[in-house]
């Protein structure tokens, strides 16, 4: 009778971006073993907004991550401009954000991941999964749980048969760095007719643009003149670089566990890039499924992942009408612009400072707004 081969590792993660290294992170702090694998190597960058929303910093935390504010450039709130001298803005209720070059918190996420014991294979793409092993170029690894943080386009999705959507819609995004000391102590969103720039300040001499739409060649130089204001800002700007573009998509799998294997971050579902939740969801799914995998019980994390989304994609279905309808967006913004606390508010419940009960009634208070605006 052949001898079964014991584990190599408790916890085998493929993708070591944030998600998957948020999930190195908080097993370890479990005592798990842990191997993350990804196929490039750090530090890695992706197109991203590098906006990280107080609660974002919070949900880090919680698993012991630090992110220093010398890693970045803090942001107040958020502003929303719209029509020509329509403008406004409000604090979060729960702290500042902070704009962080996706590199260095890659950087960042790594160090710590090491400090924290995690072994990590670069430039280690993974080919496969089959009979519970985990296929690499130069041989296998059979670990105990496989969890698949290979983003949004994961493949570890399909080789786990967890490939089918309840929902799915995308947009097409671009960014692109300015050397300019930021004109603004926000995060700031700039409304078009079909379009949206959002504006990170990153550093004391640069901002990350990230244009989105639903077209995929509509590219920030192609907009900017829509935005006088914005525009103007970057008149004198140095280009600090390449533009990057990438998929944003608002989607929801059926199942996001099957026998020994979950999926975490963007590859278990994603809200619109317009939120800037996405790092604070995958540092959300890092902590629960560590909870779980120490627990010996995928079905705790199956049955909560759903309710972390919850908000952020209340949110993310918000701002995708206000794209999609020009009547609500105009509206909307005037509503907003009418009342501060409304935005106040709306911000409370985006950062998750509000609960779903004052969200609902928020949600009406907006209502009310448009109805009579
Ligand atoms: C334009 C844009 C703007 C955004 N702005 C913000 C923002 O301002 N704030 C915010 O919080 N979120 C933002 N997001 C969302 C955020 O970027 C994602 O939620 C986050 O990157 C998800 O992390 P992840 O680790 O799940 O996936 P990823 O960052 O995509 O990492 C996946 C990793 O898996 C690796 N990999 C893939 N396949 C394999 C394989 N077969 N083997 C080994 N490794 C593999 C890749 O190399 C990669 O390193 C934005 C997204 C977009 C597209």
Known sequence: MSKRRAFDTDVFIIGGGPAGLAAGIAARR????????????????????????????????E??????????????????????GQMVDA????????????????????????????????????????????ELGNGSIRPRWIV?????????????????????SQRWAWRQHFQVAPWTDCMEIYWGADCQIYVTPVAADEVCVALISRHQLLKVPDVLSRFPL?????RDAVVSSRE?????????????????????????????????????????????????????????????????????????????TM????????????????STTTFERMLAMHVGALGLREMAAGGLTLGWHLLTS
């Open 30 to 61: 479990q005592g798990l073993r842990v191997t993350v694998a990804d196929g490039n190597k750090p530090p890695i960058d992706k197109p991203c907004g590098e906006g990280l929303m107080p609660d974002s910093l919070h949900a880090a935390a």
């Open 63 to 84: 698993i012991g991550i630090r992110i220093p504010e010398s890693a970045g450039h803090p942001f107040r709130g958020i502003r929303f401009h719209g029509e020509p």
């Open 91 to 134: 604090s979060f209720p729960n702290g500042a954000g902070l704009g962080v070059r996706r590199p260095m918190l890659h950087e960042l996420l790594v160090a710590q991941a090491a400090e924290a014991g995690v072994e990590m294979l670069w430039s280690t793409p993974v080919s496969g999964i089959s009979h519970g092993q985990v």
């Open 148 to 168: 698949g943080a290979d983003g949004g386009t994961s493949r570890a999705r399909r080789w786990a048969g967890l490939d089918t959507w309840a929902h799915r």
């Open 230 to 234: 914005l525009e103007e800002h970057l």
């Open 244 to 320: 990057r573009g990438a998929i944003t998509a608002t989607a929801r799998l059926r199942r996001v566990t099957k026998g020994n294997f979950a999926l975490i971050g963007d590859a278990s579902g994603s809200v619109d890039a317009i939120t800037g939740e996405g790092l604070c969801l995958s540092f959300r799914h890092a902590a629960l499924l560590a909870t779980s995998l120490a627990a010996g019980d995928l079905s705790l994390y199956e049955s909560a992942h759903p309710k972390l989304v919850l908000r952020p994609r209340m949110m993310a279905e918000l701002m995708l």
């Open 323 to 338: 794209d999609r309808w020009p009547l609500v967006r105009r509206r909307a913004l005037s509503a907003l612009s009418a």
